[in-house]
């Protein structure tokens, strides 16, 4: 085999004429100043609206700034409870404080990794939330997410949806964004539709929400110089709209790949130590991460192997949320059955990105398999 690395996320695998492309189109916004705001957005956000089958996108600076103003929308206030599970990418806590509100972790689910019903319905019991953010970790989604959505809505909780990971992500063949009160994205370059810097966006499809989120991203504005609120400046940028725009096209093609080395691995790997786990069946997966499990004993040396190899890789995440030290002094409560922080330990991320090669995925598999020999 005459593969000797391979990255955990290549950013460069474009297809044919996406670089020209881009570089044609930033040429034209370029000519005519179009460097924020403009038709480009505007097309953008339709289209990502499209695709993901909700009514309203509104692109934002980055995907925390989209939870903030997704909690903002929503009426989250000073001092409000909001649950977040207690293990997702730091981002959701910092956004809770951010407002103003209180954080509340939520522990997940050893199995499904994600937050399930009775665990949630313990969470609201004891905590009264005002708000609560589900989060769609590894492109996957929770087996409770409609549960959750119902018994949220008929107790009163605000569920914000982080889908920071899950772009394509579908349950019972609908996207997960369009089912959701208002659902937020990250386009960070590494995600599975990425821009060319950083961005996000907001989705729903309530009128009144969208309206407000439009207001919050952009100071307050109602006006030009009418300002209905403090709200501050996340604007998507337009060489991002125009990545995003032209990423779009391709997007199909993207996700099977990614789909594919998930497959791929899981039955590569089939009976050893280290565990492929993919979405629960309920889920269409998108392929934004290939996560294992293994002992977390085990864990140092298989990196080792891995890294000796020069295979890169990921523990997505290697703390709860709870136990990060800057959530001393925010935490205003808890429910932690060990699972965030065992699934911290114990998880550990293959390289995974639109077209990996088959030649790339069987290195990785043939490198862990001799390492279990060994
Ligand atoms: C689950 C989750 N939430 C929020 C974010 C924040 O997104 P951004 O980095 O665009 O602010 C990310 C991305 O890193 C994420 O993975």
Redesign the pocket.
């Known amino acids: 085999m005459s593969i000797k690395q391979v990255p955990f996320i290549a950013l460069n695998r474009f297809e044919a004429g996406f670089r020209e492309s881009f570089l044609n189109g930033v040429t034209g916004l370029f000519d005519k100043t179009q460097f924020v705001g403009g038709p480009i957005v505007a097309e953008t956000e339709l289209e990502l609206a499209k695709y993901t089958r909700t009514k309203f996108a509104i692109g934002c600076a980055?995907?925390?700034?989209a939870?903030q103003i997704a909690l903002r929308a929503v009426g989250v206030e000073k001092n409000d409870k909001v649950l977040l599970p207690d293990m997702?990418?730091w981002?959701?806590f910092e956004a809770v404080v951010n407002v103003g509100a209180n954080p509340v972790t939520v522990d997940v689910n050893r199995t499904s990794c994600h937050w399930d019903i009775e665990t949630f319905k313990q969470a609201v019991t004891q905590f009264k939330p005002k708000a609560a953010i589900m989060?769609h970790?590894y492109g996957w989604a929770s087996p409770d997410t409609l549960e959750i959505r119902k018994y949220a809505q008929e107790n009163g909780v605000l569920l914000i949806e982080?889908g920071?990971?899950c772009f394509g992500t579908e349950i019972k063949g609908e996207s997960v964004y369009s089912g959701a009160l208002i659902a937020t994205t990250?386009?960070?370059p590494a995600?599975v539709l990425g821009a060319s810097g950083?961005a996000?966006a907001i989705f729903t499809n309530d009128s009144q929400l969208s309206s407000k989120c439009r207001i919050l991203i952009n100071h307050g504005r109602t006006e030009h110089y009418s300002h209905g609120m403090i709200g501050w400046n996340s604007r998507i940028g337009a060489y991002e709209s125009l990545f995003l725009k032209l990423s779009l096209q391709h997007i199909d093609a993207r996700l099977e790949s990614r789909r594919n080395a998930v497959k791929y691995y899981a039955e590569a790997l089939r009976g050893l130590p280290l565990i492929p786990v993919l979405a629960d069946p309920k889920v269409r997966e998108n392929g934004y991460c290939a996560v294992a499990m293994i002992d977390p004993n085990d864990r140092p040396t298989l990196i080792q192997a891995l890294k000796s190899a020069g295979i890169g890789y990921g523990t997505i995440y290697p703390g709860a949320m709870s136990m990060q030290a800057g959530a001393q002094g925010h935490l205003a409560g808890k429910i932690d059955h060990g699972n965030a922080h065992y699934i911290s330990q114990a998880v550990l991320n293959l390289p995974c990105f639109a077209y990996i090669s088959k030649e790339e995925l069987a290195y990785v598999c043939q490198t862990v398999r001799a390492h279990f020999k060994n």
């Open positions: 980055n995907g925390t700034d939870i997702t990418f981002a959701t989060v970790l982080d920071a990971q990250s386009f960070y995600k950083d996000g």
